[in-house]
């Protein structure tokens, strides 16, 4: 009897024992069914958005010490799948100088913002990174300054040469410099690189341009040098007025254009031009600048059509101010405002709000436009 009973319990042991095991063997195989879906759902992504850049999302900066213009230029850099996929490759640091490299710390942070649950992340070790290189705590920074101070910082501390390179790729415009006697017709020509288009928002006549497009074409605008202005002029043998211009060479991957809403007034203090600036969701360089204004083929011509990435935008005065930054995710196709800590999903209208009003000097302007490249269909 009692073995009969022991045979039994051995017997339903076994069973349960094939059932779980025949379970398990169910599992693994939907989830590796489940996996292989995921991996060539990945696969299709990573052909259109490039290395592990799958994960990024709309995670925010929380605010340390007056950090809104850090969080929001930031947000522009680790949004960008083109910079991530080069920032990813990067040689770690040895331990004594990953507290100070810009380019680990960075990663690090888009590390955390990724790999978290969290709505949002401190950004304190980056900032205290930086505070090395004197970009101060607790000071109302100027967005295009730090952009260029970030990038720079990146380029000088990245060691491998053929990263550089696709850093200078993605964000340098190359312009062409002309410098031409009014006398005897003499040029120079030199050319030069640039990181961002610091377009004017004022004429020479302090009169207020319309559109981003307008900005542009005065921007390229030949200006003349006259009065206390003039050249001296090598083949004349004394000073002259010249005829100052510049074409544009090349345009990158990822165009930074600075809408120069600070100026100085006739007290020599600065003050912000509030005034409206629309500015388009795609832009053609082709239809904005002239045939003299450009010095560049057929082939480099063709893709200078851009869609809008994100904005910088500026709300306060020049003494009290406040950053935030609205950003196109490049995976989702929706726009995002990072707002230091707080981040969410806005429309195109929203966006459109950074535009400017003459009326409201407090109010959110565009400060910085970040344009990408568009794909040739």
Not at 166 to 171: A, G, M
Not at 298 to 316: I, M, P, T
Request: charged share 25%; hydrophobic share 35%.
């Amino acid at each position: 009897m009692g073995q009969r009973n022991g045979c039994e319990e051995r017997s339903k042991k076994l069973e349960l024992a094939e059932s779980e095991a025949v379970k398990a063997k169910m599992d693994v195989q939907d989830n590796k069914e489940e996996a292989e879906e995921q991996k060539a759902k990945n696969q299709r992504l990573k052909s259109i958005l490039g290395v592990a850049d799958l994960k990024n999302g709309a995670i925010g900066l929380y605010n340390i010490a007056q950090s809104c213009c850090l969080n929001s230029v930031l947000q522009v850099f680790l949004m960008n799948i083109h910079f991530t996929r080069i920032l990813r490759r990067i040689t770690v640091p040895l331990c004594a100088a990953q507290k100070r490299n810009v380019p680990y710390q960075m990663l690090l942070l888009l590390e955390k913002m990724q790999c978290g649950k969290q709505k949002a992340v401190s950004p304190i070790d980056i900032v205290h990174c930086l505070s090395a290189y004197k970009v101060k705590l607790f000071v109302q920074h100027d967005a295009a300054h730090l952009f260029l101070t970030l990038w720079n910082l990146l380029k000088r501390q990245m060691e491998e040469p053929e990263l550089v390179e696709e850093l200078s790729n993605l964000y340098i415009i190359c312009v062409q410099e002309h410098l031409a006697c009014q006398k005897c017709s003499l040029e120079t020509k030199r050319n030069s690189t640039m990181l961002t288009l610091p377009v004017p928002v004022l004429d020479s006549n302090s009169q207020m341009l319309r559109t981003l497009e307008d900005c542009l074409e005065y921007f390229f605008h030949p200006e003349e040098l006259t009065d206390r202005n003039m050249c001296f002029c090598e083949q004349c043998g004394r000073k002259t007025p010249f005829l100052q211009s510049m074409k544009l060479v090349h345009l990158p991957q990822t165009l930074t254009i600075h809408l120069k809403r600070f100026c100085f007034g006739s007290s020599a203090k600065v003050h912000k031009l509030s005034h409206r600036v629309p500015f388009p969701q795609d832009l053609d360089f082709n239809a904005v600048l002239t045939e003299n204004q450009c010095e560049a083929d057929d082939n480099e011509k063709a893709g200078w059509r851009y869609e809008l990435f994100a904005v910088v935008a500026h709300s306060g005065s020049t003494d009290s101010g406040h950053y935030c930054a609205y950003i196109r995710s490049l995976t989702e196709f929706k726009w995002y405002c990072f707002n230091d800590s707080h981040v969410c999903q806005v429309s195109w209208d929203d966006v459109k709000s950074t535009y400017g009003h003459s009326n409201l000097h407090w109010g959110e302007t565009a400060y910085l436009l970040i344009y990408m490249k568009k794909h040739p269909e």
